[in-house]
């Protein structure tokens, strides 16, 4: 079980303090908004060139966190319990958090290290094991170290299937976007405090789109290592990063019957990006050749972070399910998918490229103001319910009532204090859609923080 980005907890490894997956959403409302709880994530010198174990990864999220611009990032503990609900010996099931600040490629070796300990000692410990295989379940970067792994590191001679949910393949322009600065001025404090992060993470480097996504008016070109260093980051990652993507890709592929690919859809996502100044700003559709020489623009969806076809390598057809980045690894059709995998059953129809709806929301809002929840594709408000959790507790504190206006599906809903929530809306036929937002005190919170996208 690899989780995503942000998605393992960090411990200080002198002193055992927890740096990330604090189990506490005052934590990520001081820390974003006005604290300095972010200063020991940011990637030393020393850690730059190589000499890692400052930080050490303890576990998987057990507990919600944020991050502006990402949102929120979602605890795994319903996908690990369903996968090991189903296994014979729950041993069987490894979970593997690592230092996501670092390169995809430092995590895939300590990937393929921990991964081979556990099939070996699986296969002693019975000899009806010698013949197992591993399954690889990975959710967002965690796609991209089991890619490494399986082309690079010799891994696919021992994995039987992997599964990816939203893995970013081909990148997110989400990543380009978070490292933008501007000229404008200062940034709204949310992001500015994740930009001066993620500026010194090779690991957000890893998830620079690699696609044509920066759109010029009548052509389309690749984002490069000079443009990310005019936004504000760092040249050196980008080109570093960028020459591993080359490799990566350029490596054999596994068997399309090795591969299983879940993609959320009907989110809006942001799929390229324009840049004026210095100034990045995406736009929810994706640049095509046209039959004229020019580009035309599609939107493609996604999963709010990763667009569907990012999401996805050529060679196998992609499930796609009506669900966000987050969301993902909560959904009880991913928890059905993996249990079908790990039986060698059939997937089963119930993923379709047809049904279900989109949910847009603020990423932060402010603690007692009014917001507004939108539905996607979603032509009536019957049948749709919207609930809106606390989401440490899973507490239900508001169910806002969906109308029909100017069009749209929509509701206003206020979280009457600063805090984390999880917003979902269910439909017929499908789990919960769902975004975690930050509630904010009003002297702190700038909505700006949702701003740079069209």
Not at 38 to 45: A, I, K, N, Q, Y
Not at 102 to 131: S, Y
Not at 269 to 296: F, K, N, W, Y
Not at 386 to 398: F, L, N, P, S, Y
Request: aromatic share 6%; with cysteine.
């Amino acid at each position: 079980m690899i989780p995503g980005i942000m998605g393992s907890e960090l411990v200080d490894a002198a002193s055992g303090r927890v740096l990330w997956g604090i189990n506490d959403p005052r934590w990520y409302v001081k820390a974003w908004l006005s604290g300095t709880g972010l200063s020991p994530l940011h990637l030393t010198p020393d850690e730059r060139e190589g000499t890692i174990g400052r930080v050490r990864p303890s576990r998987l999220l057990r507990a919600p966190a944020y991050a502006p611009v990402l949102r929120g990032i979602e605890p795994y503990a319903r996908l690990v319990a369903a996968v090991r609900g189903c296994m014979a010996d729950p041993g069987a099931v490894l979970e593997f958090p690592y230092d996501w600040r670092l390169p995809v490629a430092v995590n895939a070796r300590l990937l393929a290290a921990a991964a081979e300990r556990h099939l070996e000692a699986w296969r002693a410990a019975d000899p009806r094991n010698r013949q197992a295989q591993l399954v690889l379940v990975a959710h967002s970067m965690g796609g991209l170290l089991a890619w490494h792994f399986t082309a690079l590191l010799g891994g696919s001679a021992l994995v039987r299937s992997t599964v990816t949910l939203g893995t970013p393949f081909f990148g997110s322009v989400k990543a380009a976007l978070i490292l933008g600065t501007g000229v404008g001025g200062p940034l709204p404090l949310p992001k500015g405090r994740l930009r001066a992060l993620a500026a010194t993470l090779p690991g957000l480097y890893d998830l620079l789109p690699r696609y044509r996504c920066v759109d010029e008016g009548t052509t389309a070109r690749r984002l490069t290592a000079g443009d990310v260093g005019s936004l504000g980051g760092d040249d050196e990652l980008a080109a570093a990063s960028s020459a591993w993507h080359e490799h990566l890709a350029a490596a054999p592929r596994a068997a399309p019957d090795a591969r299983v690919q879940l993609v959320g859809d009907r989110q809006r996502t942001l799929q390229s990006l324009t840049l004026r100044d210095g100034v990045p700003r995406g736009h929810a559709v994706t640049c095509r050749p046209a039959a004229d020489g020019s580009i035309e623009r599609v939107d493609l969806s996604g999963d709010e972070t990763v667009y569907a076809e990012a999401a996805a390598l050529p060679g196998v057809q992609a499930l796609p399910l009506p669900q966000s980045h987050s969301g993902l690894c909560n959904a009880e059709e991913v928890a059905m998918t993996v249990r079908r995998v790990l039986l060698g059953l059939d997937r089963g129809p119930w993923l379709a490229p047809s049904g279900g709806v989109g949910l847009r929301l603020p990423d932060l809002v402010v603690a007692g103001e009014a917001f507004e929840v939108a539905v996607d594709y979603c032509d009536s408000p019957v049948g749709v319910r919207c609930t809106v959790e606390d989401a440490a507790t899973g507490r239900v504190v508001d169910r806002p009532l969906l109308a029909q206006r100017d069009g749209v599906v929509r509701a206003s809903a206020v979280l009457g204090r600063p805090g984390l929530y999880r917003l979902g809306v269910k439909t017929r036929g499908f789990d919960a859609v769902t975004q975690l937002v930050l509630a904010g005190p009003a002297a702190h919170t700038d909505r700006g923080a949702d701003s740079g996208r069209e």
